[in-house]
């Protein structure tokens, strides 16, 4: 009888952007679709990447068949290297989305240790008793597929992230052949991205970037310096083109934007115009009007190379008046202050900035909700469940299926750890794993806890105070400090005799020495110097610093 | 000379937006425009507002002929409580505007103390050299006016926050013929918001909210939430009357939509249609078809009425399927986070949330490109200076005049600080004063420092890590400890012997003991236990805590 079901488990991607992975269980075996991470939330501080919960993996590694891969964008691959370093399973990715991947794996030092099988559209992949068929989908990268997933007990759809771009710049449009065949033999349930169902009709061609890069640089007497996300290789490939057609030489500059289109490059999916692409050093000594830079920083992430550039950090590139700087994409939600700032910086330069919404130098690489309805439509399946999205996007994408025929019945919002079984019966949750999010702060993946986040939060917000007291362990009375060292901490008085540190060192001698016995009780000390401080410390700023009270004994 | 002359003295709202302050001074008097504050920026952790340099205002208070004050925004009015507890000076506002100050004095306790006096467009005001002449603006709040500012040496123009809205809600549209007028008689210089030019084109009016409300209100079967910043009156005021039209009864709730509505209701700029308004605990015996709540929230702040009843922490109110909640704002930049949040948790309860871009709930209050130079072509000013924007709208705001036919070099572009001086010669910036910001943290203003920010910046990205040590103070051996306590602090081993912690101490004994020499050299000690600490906890972690020594003699 389970048997006859699927099941699919999310470890990310719904209630989320980010983070897409997503297990689909038939019988004993499951497949891994997308490892990808996510960026912290604003209060997760001090924390450089979250993933998926790899101690889960670990536990049904030895029912796990594989790991597919839709298209290299760091939510589907970025979690790979934590993955792989702890479970041992074959993954399978198309040509470029495989070379990304690599590039990752060697930075890892797993290179070697860990190999990616190529996959094709061409041909279906048989694991255990999946046979994966992957159709080619158009997105803001290119070689992106989605997955047809054929199992006894029917057909499940993974759209991958998709728009249905008519006119790509790189390669040929989504397999609408493909789709309709999937469709016309029967889906189960399709998992579809929904990440744009806010938005009304169609998503724009990204051959329109063409147009607009052509518009702005024609006739530029000046440097010119387009950012965009190092994995957007059409993009960079556009911006190759434009500049090529008017004798401009470019570098690419930043790490990774240098690896992504080394790679991309050495696969056939960028292409390097004659005498075009040169080292930075070597753009030199081309006139400012016959030089473009291509450079990570879109996002305004203190350390890329544009945000260097902005505030005057980078090594090599100074902006100024004369350089035009194209922001060729837009702002991920919580990045908007520090894209905000990244202009303003470079406009201070007296470089010129064009951004969203002053020209169209940016579309999006997701479907909007005309597009969606097509997928439906192509796809017609039984049940859905939308993923890559936020809560409110998974419920607008309940209703967008609504209105393409899907009864609401039949659209299953998960939340991750969910068990939800499709099946000739119905589609419902029939399980509840708790699973978590992996935190991985500086080489720790995992030790960072929601303990140590909330008293990094309470630090954040007041400081810390710290009250160092030694006790004679005989008679409990005080043999040296209280010393009280703050951190952090807002003090109307700063330093001197009859500050507020001062006065609160002598409120806690009194309150220890009154309450002094014969033996030192040490919960007792710590309480005590807790709330006399918290108290008089309310009192005077209306704020609740951490105190830390460290009592040693002699 | 110099009495022929006028010089400008921005402290808030060039480069930033909020914080709008202004002086101007003419000979050896001044005048400021606003007294706003700004939110604070992400980085400024734990602090609760920032407000102008209150120290210069001392500085040159017996200078000061009064504060005037455009219209009863947070980001024109909040810093006022702060100004007049310390400086004591005459204000002057129109109507609505004297009543939302009044409010924030009595919250201030301030009442009585500070009068504000009140203005109307249709009289001018004499204060010193300087002849104020208020004329009507639209704006997404009533009673909001612009100056002209007359001295011997010519006429300076404040728009205030301003946009041509030709069929607004609530009063008549900008007064064009004062505006036209004053632009007859010469202007020296416009100081114009620049908020939106962005944006192309005009922004739509305020009316058409209305039909919005009315078509989403008409046929709702469940209860309707709406909310918007609480000084919106006029969007309050279009939520009443649809209420009315379907037969709901509404009730203000939070404190500050409540105070704000009874005052603008007090004062005639807020209409309660019959029969509409009722206290929360009256609403409660009518059918949830017949119940509008208006509330604050529409930013996702956590303390606001809409996010406690998003995460199910209201006392009163909680939101369930068949609510239909209308967030009647967009986020503020910085805020999408939250907003996105509240409207994820509101839609987990099963609630229909209404939001940009899913229809047309919000217009701005600020004027988009053609409002702007339709303002410049009004008042034909001699040279212009944009405020209440970042510094990128501020170098559009130029690019726009020249389209206007305003030279560039005649748009100053000015910092906070700057003296900007408008005379028959020209426009220059003659002077530089070091104004800052004041930080309000808690009760206490100004104590938090830039160090104070940078320590709550380190200790909450990896955490603080406290080494308490008691020496002998003769032969600087240890007594007792080293006790090592850690908070925010990622540990991938976490308690117990042969922990990371534990290590730590060994190390510290060591480097103590070793260096250990007949008198203790303080600055020895702390130098030593850091930077063994530091290097060791690095090679472990890769993260760099906070490290604090407190050392203790006996």
Do not use: W
Request: hydrophobic share 40%; proline share 5%.
């Amino acid at each position: 009888m389970s048997t006859q079901s699927i099941r699919v488990i999310p470890l990310g991607g719904v209630g989320e952007i980010g983070k897409n992975a997503t297990l689909v269980e038939y019988g004993d075996d499951l497949l891994l679709v997308d490892a990808g991470l996510k960026f912290p939330e604003e209060e997760m501080l001090g924390i450089d990447l979250v993933i998926p919960d790899i101690s889960f993996l670990q536990e049904v590694q030895h029912r796990l068949r594989g790991i597919i891969i839709t298209h290299g964008h760091e939510d589907h691959i970025g979690a790979l290297p934590y993955i792989l370093a702890n479970v041992s399973v074959p993954v399978y990715a198309t040509s470029l989305t495989r070379g990304l991947i690599t590039v990752k794996l060697k930075e890892h030092k797993l290179l070697g240790k860990r190999d990616v099988d190529l996959i094709s559209s061409k041909e279906p992949l048989v694991l255990g008793p999946f046979t994966v068929q992957p159709f080619r989908v158009t997105h803001s990268i290119p070689d992106a597929v989605g997955f047809a997933i054929h199992t006894p007990a029917g057909t499940i759809v993974f759209t991958g992230d998709f728009k249905f771009d008519q006119t790509p710049v790189s390669g040929p449009p989504a397999d609408f052949g493909t789709l309709a065949s999937i469709g016309e033999r029967g889906v189960l349930a399709l998992l579809s991205d929904c990440t744009r169902v806010e938005k009304a009709g169609y998503t724009p061609s990204e051959r329109v970037i063409r147009g607009s890069f052509d518009s702005i640089i024609r006739d530029l007497p000046g440097r010119v310096i387009i950012t965009t996300f190092a994995s957007n290789i059409i993009r960079v490939q556009q911006a190759l083109d434009v500049a090529h057609r008017y004798g401009r030489k470019v570098a690419l500059v930043g790490r990774s934007m240098e690896n992504n289109c080394a790679i991309a490059n050495e696969l056939g999916f960028l292409e390097f115009p004659e005498d075009t692409v040169y080292k930075l050093d070597d753009v030199r000594r081309f006139g400012l009007d016959q030089v473009m830079l291509i450079t990570t920083g879109s996002q305004g992430e203190p350390s890329s190379v544009l945000s260097r550039i902005a505030s005057g950090d980078h090594r090599q590139i100074r902006a100024m008046a004369g350089d035009t700087v194209i922001l060729s994409a837009t702002p991920i939600p919580g990045n908007e202050e520090t894209v905000a700032r990244t202009i303003d910086n470079l406009m201070r330069l007296g470089s010129d900035v064009i951004y969203e919404p002053l020209a169209d130098v940016h579309v999006s690489g997701h479907g909007s909700r005309e597009e969606l309805k097509l997928m439906l439509n192509l796809i017609r399946p039984r049940y859905c469940m939308p993923v890559h999205g936020e809560y409110r996007h998974l419920v607008l994408y309940r209703r967008l299926a609504a209105e393409a025929g899907i009864p609401p019945e039949n659209v299953i919002l998960a939340e991750i750890g969910d068990v939800v079984q499709f099946d000739d019966e119905g589609a419902k949750k029939v399980d509840h794993h708790s699973i978590g999010s992996v935190l991985v702060d500086g080489v720790n993946v995992g030790g960072t806890t929601e303990v140590v986040l909330r008293d990094r939060q309470h630090l954040s917000r007041d400081g810390v105070l710290i009250v160092a007291i030694t006790l004679d362990q005989t008679t409990g009375s005080i043999v040296a400090g209280p010393e009280v060292v703050s951190r952090g901490f807002t003090d109307p008085s700063l330093d001197g005799e009859g500050t507020l540190i001062g006065e609160a060192r002598e409120r806690i001698r009194e309150a220890i020495e009154d309450a002094a016995t014969s033996t030192v009780e040490y919960g007792f000390v710590v309480s005590k110097v807790k709330e006399t401080l918290s108290d008089f410390v309310y009192k005077q700023t209306r704020t609740r610093p951490m105190i830390l009270p460290v009592i040693t004994e002699v």
